[in-house]
């Protein structure tokens, strides 16, 4: 479990097939304080720690997450920044919302444009995925809790305080770009509910 809170950006240092996808993560974690085993969210993907040192991190990235993923579309490279969270443990405080670090599907950067400070973004999503994305509602976005403008059908506003721009990969950010999408999950709950609800009358 996350919160979508980045506290770290982590490089990409190396990629091998091998079977599942096996990368190394550059970071600035204390990497003493994290077992193997653990859960680090990588651009908003739960992945596992299967070996490390003192600065990085390998992952194993199986071809059902390659499939549903940004990592398979865009491809990891060597040098590619990503935007990186612990998992949740008892007592942090939730400071963005439920990210549960498992992809629904991807999005693209339609347009991207300086509105004052801050960068606003315009995304299309799939129209199965769109549904659940609410005006005011949170969103997932590279593993980045983010804050819904507007929605028009499949598109959905973002807008990006210089803040967030600094302190992730969003400030990379360019149109055609595409990026994971975690619809949040009690949006998903309240379309279930409404579903049956509807189904039973």
């Not at 973004?121 to 549904?131: E, G, T």
């Not at 360019?174 to 039973?200: F, K, Q, S």
Request: proline share 1%.
């Amino acid at each position: 479990m996350f919160t979508g809170i980045i506290t770290d950006i982590g490089v990409v240092q190396a990629v091998e097939m091998r079977g599942d996808m096996r990368a190394r993560v550059g970071c600035g974690y204390d990497m003493a304080g994290v077992d193997l085993g653990a859960s680090i969210a990588c651009d908003g993907v739960c992945l596992t720690v299967v070996s490390k040192g003192d600065t990085w991190f390998d992952v194993d990235i199986s071809a059902e997450t390659l499939s549903k993923t940004n990592i398979g579309a865009n491809g990891w490279q060597v040098g590619k920044r990503l935007n990186l969270e612990r998992a949740l443990r008892v007592g942090d405080e939730l400071g963005g919302h439920i990210v549960s670090g498992h992809v629904d599907g991807v999005a693209q950067i339609l347009s991207a444009a300086r509105d004052g400070d801050s960068l606003r973004l315009i995304f299309d999503a799939p129209s199965m995925l769109a549904r659940f994305i609410a005006p005011k509602g949170s969103v997932a976005l590279n593993g980045t809790s983010l804050t819904v403008n507007e929605v028009e059908g499949t598109r959905f506003g973002i807008n990006l305080i210089p803040h967030t721009q600094q302190v992730t990969t969003w400030g990379d950010a360019a149109e055609g770009d595409v990026v994971n999408l975690e619809i949040d999950t009690m949006a998903r709950y309240v379309a279930r509910l409404t579903e049956a609800g509807a189904l039973g009358r």
